[in-house]
């Protein structure tokens, strides 16, 4: 027999098996799963849940997908949090002059509760990509926030009412469009290819017979 | 405490004791011969059970899974609906149904192309195959690569299936594509004087694989989506198509959704519509588990179907070989190819590399099943067997910290089930992966339905029947591009007739005259999970 537990799924007493996660335990005990659920595997961001253990003060949250269902769970959703991203144009934003501070002059209101941090199923130190892009740390908060899934349970308990998911995302953006160096060998190949360089060498490969393609596949030099 | 049941510490010792000697050596590659041998013996697209010939529509007498089978063979789920189709509730210039990366990059160039974009997904934005892309994005840019030797390794490892018009559209775009995704910003991994990083992929001839950390998917997603908000592009949300309009001339005229909120139709009208839905690992082809998002049920290729388009290599699905075989919370994901392409081997419960780690995803499947069956050498793992991805070699390898800075992603997924990857091998599995097939396109990306469109996992033929890693990232935005671009221009010059269903009533039809019964309704939308929920 399967050890089952005890939880609380939106307010419904299940009992489910206790190697479920809290998505498949909502599916086990009947959920018709639409809204809440993407990916599966933890990289969307859509499924953030908050629980609490039964009796316990403390209240989590965490991706339904990624997270164990225990005993005495009393699972709540978050889905759809309203976020206030700033809409901008990359090609006229230049990563100097504050950008950042003012598309989203809130972050100035961090009080420095770290409950961000604390909220972050992923393990990073929002609180600190935010103090970054405080300080026009760009490279410094896109790096820091390189792993965000976006579920935006941060931005659920900001006092601040900062929407930090955008504003790494804002910062990552700059980094990789300005700050980051220049890639010489793309621009040459970039060239090459839209002064129709390559045209000839792909015809001839369009209309080369089959027994010749595999000779040249089968013996081709492969880099080590 | 080990999270590894005891039967497999002891074949993990075993696993230890060989590491030392293979850790500087390389299992001999298979030869042309070697490898169709295992792959007619052991890929589970040769398994001739699971596969069913299609009696109607336009691929009539072609084999698909039986699954894809009862969804292009089944009922429209407005047979006994009363629609009124002069009632819209959207027009728009173009329609692009599918929140992925190709929809996405589509609507982008469609906006720019000047025309009016409405962008129809059935979850969200970014809750998307894309986004769980891990491994990187091949492309032909540096000095002692082309897009000649990408077409190459993409053919041969296609077996030599590939349109070559699609191919060429591929490669040839590969470094526009990655320099497109850097003026976006797009955070590629690069060296301090700007050079990409770029490593091999099962199949590749040269290092063209480009990455963002293990997470190259999700950074080019979030990228994408929050410049489709910037331009200011309509996105309905939790409103998937069932089926296409086409005008009384019988050309792509917009779609039929489900709201899923409301629980009601709407009728959008679209003078070119994109498909750019994905693939089908929902539908678990043969019990696979998969690597796909909650969405992933082929929606696409039934609408097109219905309508007329053809479908090519709709036979033929790829297996990644390295899914997750343990724990069971995480069974089925994927552990990324790039876990092999910096120096973990594919390791049997003797402790024996069995085989060479970079061989195509086909033929790496294959030889995984056939060390688990035929030569029993697998580690007991839930329901079945898997073996090891020796992951501990790479940082012998490259390093102590090249695990965590190259593929975080692993480290964390396993180490919140209480294994290190860096200390302990990890056990894999084939996961149903990817459609190599889909709906057949021109390199306009246009079917044989005038103004319809498609990019992304939902074409076929771009990859032959088998596709490489990197690739697929690459022919979202390739393809995506192409069709928003092509499908804003053809919008402008498009005046279309009265709006029509004749096409799923004549297919409803065929379906009765061919004297099939079934109950199946399709698109099939999502998948019904109960996770062994006991029934009444």
Not at chain 1, 129 to 156: L, P
Not at chain 2, 302 to 312: M, N
Not at chain 2, 496 to 516: M, N, Q, R, T, Y
């Amino acid at each position: 027999m399967e050890a089952m537990v005890t939880a609380y799924l939106l307010g419904k007493k299940c009992s489910v098996p206790a190697t479920l996660t809290i998505m498949d335990a909502m599916e086990y005990a009947g959920f018709k799963l639409i809204r809440g659920v993407g990916c599966r595997n933890g990289f969307c961001g859509a499924c953030a849940v908050i629980y609490r253990i039964k009796g316990s003060t403390e209240l989590k949250v965490v991706l339904a997908c990624q997270t164990k269902i225990e005993e005495g769970m009393c699972v709540g959703k978050i889905e759809s949090f309203p976020l206030n991203k700033r809409s901008f144009n990359l090609e006229e934003l230049k990563p100097t002059d504050n950008i950042i501070g003012q598309l989203y002059p809130e972050i100035y209101s961090c009080i420095g509760c770290n409950a961000c941090t604390k909220g972050c199923p992923e393990g990073l130190n929002v609180m600190q990509y935010i103090a970054y892009a405080q300080r026009g740390e760009y490279e410094k908060c896109a790096r820091e926030s390189f792993d965000c899934v976006g579920c935006n349970i941060c931005a659920s308990r900001c006092q601040a009412q900062i929407s930090h998911s955008a504003v790494g995302l804002l910062a990552r953006r700059l980094t990789g469009r300005y700050l980051e160096p220049k890639c010489a060998h793309l621009e040459k190949r970039v060239a090459e290819v839209e002064q129709g360089l390559y045209r000839e060498p792909l015809t001839k490969l369009k209309h080369t017979p089959l027994a010749e393609l595999q000779q040249l596949y089968n013996n081709r030099e492969i880099e080590k | 405490m080990s999270a590894y049941t005891e039967e497999m510490l002891k074949s993990i010792a075993k696993v230890e004791s060989t590491r030392a000697a293979r850790l500087h050596t390389e299992p001999k590659r298979f030869t042309a011969e070697e490898k169709d041998a295992v792959l007619k013996k052991f890929h589970p697209d040769y398994n001739e059970e699971a596969f069913t010939t299609l009696s109607i529509g336009p691929n009539k007498g072609d084999k698909v899974p039986k699954e894809l089978g009862a969804l292009l063979e089944g009922h429209s789920r407005l047979e006994k609906v009363q629609l009124d189709l002069q009632r819209l509730d959207y027009d728009v210039d173009v329609l692009i149904i599918g929140g992925g990366g190709a929809g996405a990059s589509a609507a982008l160039e469609a906006k720019k192309g000047g025309a009016s974009v409405l962008v129809v997904t059935k979850l969200k934005m970014g809750y998307a195959n894309t986004m769980m892309a891990e491994g990187g994005i091949q492309a032909a840019d540096k000095a002692n690569d082309s897009p000649a030797v990408h077409y190459l390794d993409a053919l041969g490892g296609g077996h030599y299936k590939n349109i070559p018009d699609l191919l060429e559209e591929l490669v040839e775009n590969g470094p526009l594509a990655i320099k497109w995704l850097s003026d976006l910003g797009v955070l590629f991994d690069k060296q301090p004087d700007g050079t990409m990083v770029t490593t091999h992929g099962g199949g590749t001839s040269r290092k063209r694989m480009h990455a963002c950390a293990d997470c190259t998917g999700a950074e080019i997603m979030r990228v994408l989506r929050d410049e489709v908000q910037n331009q200011g592009i309509r996105v309905l949300d939790y409103a998937p198509a069932v089926e296409l309009l086409l005008d009384e001339q019988g050309q792509a005229a917009g779609a039929v959704l489900y709201d899923y909120d409301a629980e009601e139709f709407l009728v959008v009208r679209a003078k070119t519509v994109i498909i750019a839905t994905g693939g089908a690992g929902r539908l678990h082809y043969q019990g696979f588990p998969t690597s796909n998002h909650y969405g992933a049920t082929a929606d696409g290729l039934v609408l097109a179907y219905r309508a007329g388009a053809k479908l090519i290599y709709a036979n033929s699905s790829q297996f990644h070989p390295t899914g997750v075989g343990f724990p069971a919370q995480i069974y089925g994901a994927l552990v990324t190819e790039k876990v092999r392409s910096i120096g973990a081997q594919l390791v049997n419960s003797e402790g024996e590399a069995f085989m060479h780690p970079l061989e195509t995803r086909d033929v790496a499947t294959a030889t995984i099943i056939r060390e688990c069956t035929e030569r029993g050498k697998g580690v007991k793992a839930l329901d079945g067997v898997a073996l090891w991805l020796d992951t501990p070699m790479i940082d012998q390898l490259h390093g102590e910290g090249t695990i965590a800075t190259r593929i975080p992603g692993m480290l964390k997924m396993f180490g919140q089930f209480g294994i290190d990857l860096r200390k302990e091998p990890v056990l894999i599995y084939p996961t149903l992966h990817y459609q190599n097939g889909g709906i057949l396109i021109d390199k306009d990306a246009e079917t044989s339905i005038p103004g319809l469109f498609v990019a992304g996992e939902a074409v076929g033929g771009i990859h032959g029947t088998n596709r490489l890693m990197g690739n697929s990232l690459l022919d979202i935005i390739v393809f995506g591009r192409i069709a928003g671009t092509k499908a804003a221009t053809k919008a402008k010059a498009t005046k279309l007739a009265a709006l029509s269903l004749a096409h799923v009533a004549k297919f409803a039809k065929a379906l009765g005259d061919a004297g099939i019964k079934t109950e199946v309704v399709s698109p099939k939308l999502l998948p019904v999970y109960t996770h062994g929920r006991p029934g009444r």
